[in-house]
């Protein structure tokens, strides 16, 4: 944590902003009640499922210009794609996903969702984990 930003390792499973069922159990709420972190705002989005690191600005200036380092290529993404199997070196996904389970965090091709633009490529493989980086096409 610094005066500008704070850096928060998000579960899986919890939302970054309340909404729906998940009013009051969400980073913000949680970091608010508990740390008394009032008026976060966020830089960058992480998906209810997706665990990671997640920036927030401590003020609306500090997160406007670390957004515009995310969307001016300064700072760059990384995912850690857990698989069982063999992962193919170079894959392509272009078929239209949605979360068909939230619960479990499975995803599943569905035909009426907007196909997404990901070509992730190896960067680190051990026996457990495959650490991916998206490439734009």
Do not use: W
């Not at 704070?6 to 069922?21: F, N, Y």
């Not at 949680?30 to 009032?38: D, P, R, S, T």
């Not at 068909?100 to 990901?118: D, I, K, T």
């Amino acid at each position: 944590m610094t005066e500008d930003l704070i850096a928060v390792d998000k579960p899986g499973s919890l939302p970054v902003h309340s909404g729906g069922r998940f009013r009051r159990n969400s980073l913000v709420a949680v970091l608010a009640k508990e740390h008394g972190l009032f008026d976060l705002h966020t830089v960058h989005r992480l998906d209810r499922l997706t665990s990671g690191l997640l920036l927030l600005g401590r003020n609306a200036a500090a997160a406007e210009r670390m957004r515009q380092e995310f969307e001016g290529g300064g700072v760059q993404k990384r995912y850690l794609a857990r698989v069982v199997g063999c992962f193919p070196a170079e894959l392509r996904v272009e078929q239209p996903l949605r979360v068909g389970n939230a619960r479990e965090a499975l995803v599943e091709v569905h035909p009426e969702v907007r196909p997404p633009s990901l070509r992730p490529r190896h960067l680190d493989v051990n026996k457990s984990a495959i650490s991916l980086k998206n490439r734009k096409k």
